[in-house]
């Protein structure tokens, strides 16, 4: 082989791709860009692990005609996939091993009933071995030896065709079910396969390696034979067409094109690699793995890698680290990442992800241009997170250093359950980053006591479901004079425009009736004051802050639930989790910087709002009160009539637009008096403002806003505010607005959401829309009527934009027109045809006296009762029996003429034979009979024994 450096020009990650492209691009395939990481459409999956997941919908046979892979035949791409949740995991594999990811790239090709095995079989190996020139004695393949407890045959076709491409007959190994059948997940698409193994060693005979997890002997490309489904119940179903699904790692083929021993010595991770040396300025990575990895270095190197990779792709999919599901993946992918930065490469925690994230940008921009759209978003979440863990992350090791010294001394060499839970919940340390923390003590996690704790605790907050206890929790007068009689200095809570913890000496604790020394009943409900805080209290429209206060060495926690200001006392009342408080006592106070993000966006995108208003609505427009929370913000104005909805759609325009200029926002204290003079600022007249006042400015910095401003224009969105914001009108993300109505004359109520609750809005108009084009699909009037309806319904309760739900309400109303339209066409059409079936008969039989007959059109009494009619009104001598129905509904009636009621044929007897037969209900009297049931399928037996009915009555007179 030639030297490296010539193999890494030669096969570069990007020729490698590449070829792969171009080969199949010339056995006519088509080429499907990857679907996102996040597979939205698909709750059975966490995360897209295999190229084949966007196809799920062909291999089941559900593909939609106006779908782009409808009529597709083949495809081939390069797909991106996570496992690092749900049945593929490799998580805990990462940067241990030279060839496990969270994040990788599968080369794949498919064919959807086109071609199968031996094509499948025929294409992989001339790429391997033709192409890209691998030695064939390098090569294992393997193939499903069967399955007696699924009912499978081994696939010897299989065996038979990788001998006769040419595989060495030593090299073909059986494999169990566990590596040669593929599932996507417990539900879903599945088949046999048939794996393609390298040894990187070579000059030897290693089929007993193949899938033993030797590090050299490691799987290059899957086949799959898609022809069963993984049904709920666990039963496999055959699928109507067989199709190929072929995976391959692209890293793993690097590093063998490249013929080196780690994917992380290919020049996919290598610049990865120098970036995280520049930024941490650590010694270089030497691709040491266990113990010959010193300090662990390389092995930092490699998981940091590997994350990063995982997230930028994650987050620029429309991933966020959070509580729950994927989320909480990414979150603890994070959260392991910053733990490696922050031990092994001694890194100060803050920003770092987001300095590393733009070499991975740049690796990806070409194959996935989505991850390049919008770099500022994924480095703003990153920052985010990252900012987040940094306030515990030194605390909760610090306490984990206890916690693993007792371990270290008891006998089972076992971390505490609590404790590891308190690391959990106070500290949001994820269960396995304290287990990766303990195992590299060689220690154990209590498991049970862990999940007793975790039960214990979300059972003591099922019981305290809401915030009610501490929502009520007031100070009244008595009490506030009290403070200021016992000279309790004012809180200081200037820190609360900062991000960070601070720590505060406790000077009163309230029980709710009246002020304590210490407080230590867990599970209970009490007020903290202290001489300075970070939260901030209820004011000026903004919700208070949550959070919590603890303190280390009692292990004490509260919980902050509710802040409010009481001339000049900031009393935090929450819940005492565990352990004790005394006055006196120095605390860590932190708020809950995610919720504050939401808050502060939704404080500036107020400003920004009350802006546009009075950019499109006049300058006379009032301010009559706003409400900023987390989920969303609400501000009311003067003006005479409801906004329309293009001045709607102007104010979004206006406010996005200022969103996306990426406006730097500026505060400052200033004179009451000069800012007055700032033109664009209005007082609300009544409202007490503190001299100086703080002036909130998007856009302008305050200096130049006092001296330049020319006294016409609105320079800009300016206010009096003492609450919190963005640093830039980035963070807003983008503003939608969701309601507007009116609360008293002349004042009128806006809603808008903003950030990740705006996501979630376009997000449900977007599913609505897809619901509506579903019906529209819909062959059906009679169906399509029913689904609209009950589309109509939803389509109210929906949490989306005005302007989206406007659009989305006349489209449903067109579609309801058209249907009923439709039906009502639909309807005159089946009157006619019905009509000529009865006509027809008494035409070519003239001698007729009576026609009993089934017509197999859509039930409908309404057409029943017209013909029934036509030959009541004019008394026609000849009766009339007619049962409809083409699905399970069936209406029937009956006429019976004059002639036949003398002759003795009974309507009564008619009818309810039919209700027998057609297990429905009916009656009437005179001449006229009707009835309905659910049950079509007795209809020819009906008819007949109606005419036998009809037989005997005209004849046994
Ligand atoms: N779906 C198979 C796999 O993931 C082949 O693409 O291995």
Known sequence: MSSQTELQHKWSAANVRETFFNYFKSLDHRYVASSSVIPFDDRSLLFTNAGMNQYKPIFLGNVDPHSKFYSLKSAYNSQKCIRAGGKHNDLEDVGKDSYHHTFFEMLGNWSFGDYFKKEAIAYSWTLLTKVYMIPVDRLYVTYFEGDPKLNLEPDLETRDLWLSVGVLESHIIPGATKDN?????????????????????GGRNAAHLVNKD???????????????????????MALPSKHIDTGMGFERLVSILQNVRSNYDTDIFKPIFEKIREITKVREYNGKFGPNDENGIDTAYRVIADHARTLVVALADGGIPNNEGAGYVLRRIQRRGIRYVHKYMNYPIETFFSQLAPTIIEQFKDVFPEVAKNPEHIYAILNEEEKAFAKTLDRGEKLFTQYALKAQESSDRMLNGTDVWRLYDTFGFPLDLTQLMASELQLNIDRTGFEKAKLQSYEASKRRKDNKEADQMKLNIHDISKLNDENILKTDDSFKYGSSDISGNILRLFNGTSFVDKIEKADTVYGVILDKTCFYAEQGGQIYDTG??????????????????????????????????????????????????????????????????????????????????????????????????????????????????????????????????????????????????????????????TSDSDGLTLPNPVELCGG?????????????????????????????????????????????????????????????????????????????????????KDQWELMNKEVKHALKLEAKKHYEEAKSIVEDYFKNNESATYLVTHIAMQASMKIVSELLNLFNNRKVDRSLFIIMGDAEKVVYGCYISESAKTKGVSGEILINKCNDLLKGKGGGRGNLYQGQGNTIGQAQKAVSSLNEIFQEGLMSK
């Open 724 to 808: 919190t914001h963005v640093s830039n009108t980035l963070f807003i993300g983008k503003l939608i607005l969701t309601e507007e109505t009116s609360i008293a004359k002349g004042i009128r109520r806006i809603s808008a959401v903003t950030g990740e609750a705006a996501v979630t809005a376009e997000r449900s108009a977007i599913e609505f829309r897809d619901t509506l084009e579903y019906i529209s699909k819909i062959k059906s009037f009679t169906e399509k009527q029913q689904k609209l309806k009950e589309a109509g319904v939803l389509v109210n309760k929906l949490e989306i934009g005005i302007v989206s739900k406007h659009k989305l």
């Open 181 to 201: 059948f593929w599932e996507m997940g417990e539900q879903g698409p599945c088949g046999p396969c048939s794996e393609i193994h390298y040894d990187r060693i």
């Open 548 to 705: 919590s206060i603890t303190l280390d060495n009692k292990n004490t926690s509260f919980t902050v639930q509710n802040v409010q200001v009481y001339n000049g006392y900031v009393l935090h009342s929450g819940i005492l989790n565990e352990g004790s408080l005394e006055v006196g006592d120095k605390v860590t106070l932190s708020y809950n910087e995610l919720r504050r993000n939401a808050i502060k966006a939704n404080h500036t995108a107020t400003h920004v709002l009350n802006y546009a208003l009075r950019s499109v609505l006049g300058n006379e427009v009032e301010q009559r009160g706003s409400l900023v929370s987390a989920e969303k913000l609400r501000f009311d104005f003067s003006n005479r009539k409801a906004l329309s909805l293009d001045n709607i759609m102007k104010i979004e325009e206006i406010c996005n637009g200022i969103i996306q200029r990426e406006d730097d926002v500026y505060f400052k204290n200033i004179s009451l008096e000069k800012a007055k003079q700032i033109n664009s600022i209005r007082t609300v007249p009544g409202e007490d403002y503190p001299d100086p006042v703080r002036v909130v400015s998007v856009g302008q910095a305050i200096e130049t806003l």
């Open 214 to 236: 030797d590090p050299d002997v490691l799987e290059v490309w899957n086949l799959v034979f898609m022809q069963f489904n993984r049904e709920s119940n666990g039963k496999l």
